[in-house]
């Protein structure tokens, strides 16, 4: 059962910095697009940032030069660096995968809460 564990959310002040993490199986992991996705309070979900199997990385312009997304293939597990965090990033944060499968398989993560505070 392929499965996604996040990890890292909690609640900061304005300014402070969080570091998101998530575990991915091993079954799936090297051959995977991961990406973090956030949804707020009444609006839809939206993405944040990706990395390639490769390490080719994607941000929403919202957090360009705040965010940071990488991955460890040894430990099967993508990394979301928060900082400069603003009351406007407070949301749920969902890992995802997108396996290199014909057809496609995207799997979710539980999501974490994320908090920060003015």
């Known amino acids: 059962q392929v499965q996604l564990v996040e990890s890292g959310g909690g609640l900061v002040q304005d300014g402070g910095s969080l570091r998101l993490s998530c575990a991915a199986s091993?079954?799936?992991?090297?051959?995977?697009?991961m990406g973090w996705y956030r949804q707020a309070p009444g609006k839809q979900r939206e993405l944040v940032a990706t990395i390639t199997s490769g390490g080719i990385t994607n941000y929403a312009d919202s957090v360009k030069g705040r965010f940071t997304i990488s991955r460890d293939n040894a430990k099967n597990t993508v990394y979301l660096q928060m900082n400069s965090l603003k009351p406007e990033d407070t949301a749920v944060y969902y890992c995802?995968?997108?396996?290199?499968?014909?057809?496609?398989?995207?799997?979710w993560g539980q999501g974490t809460q994320v908090t920060v505070s003015s």
């Open positions: 995802n995968a997108k396996v290199a499968t014909i057809p496609i398989r995207i799997y």
């Open positions: 091993a079954s799936i992991f090297s051959r995977s697009a």
